[in-house]
């Protein structure tokens, strides 16, 4: 019973690429969440989402940043056009449909070079 | 609106002594309220939650917090620290998201990292 998967684990970009993060959620939860954490911060709320639905995007900067979650697949979070700033710890988590308690995935990193 | 704060951005115990790391929150309705534990390139890990039963929570791995409302905190204690339990520790208020009846908005505090020395 494999719980939430994110992909890669290590993601190297250089200014002005594309960044693309992977999350699989758990099997049977349809309810998926994306967390950012900079250095010296907490983690802060982004993205939620259902499937093929975006509910809840307050915590998404306006610019650069998109999440899906396709009927079949896993989740993704873009990045266009990276930037140094973004460079950060990305943990996606997922939840069944009655939400209270969240299973978090390992993270991505994301350097910008 | 909701927020947490950590009083504490590094606490460091010797082994076999108690744990305290500090936790104050606000928010505008009874919340529900967590911690998580995160260890080095791992993913966080639920410890214990809070949602108005008891207001002693026992948690895993021998950790509990006491929910004090007068106090608005939230403060998680062990009796004895063992070098495992060297991490990343994230205080969370829960809210709903307002655009659904479902979702789970969290809020993290900025986390306490703990050192045990033997």
Redesign the interface.
Known sequence: NA??M?NPRHLVRRRGQEARLRCSPMKGHS?V?W?RQLP??????MV?LQKENI??ESGMPKERFSAEFPKEGPSILRIQQVVRGDSAAY?C?S?P??????F????TQLSVL | AQSVTQLDSHVSVSEGTPVLLRCNYSSSYSPSLFWYVQHPNKGLQLLLKYTSAATLVKGINGFEAEFKKSETSFHLTKPSAHMSDAAEYFCVVSGRSILTGGGNKLTFGTGTQLKVEL
């Open positions: 719980g939430v994110q309810h969440y967390y010296e911060e907490g983690l802060k709320f939620y509910i809840d943990f988590a939840s449909p009655l939400p209270e308690k969240l978090f995935g390992s993270g």
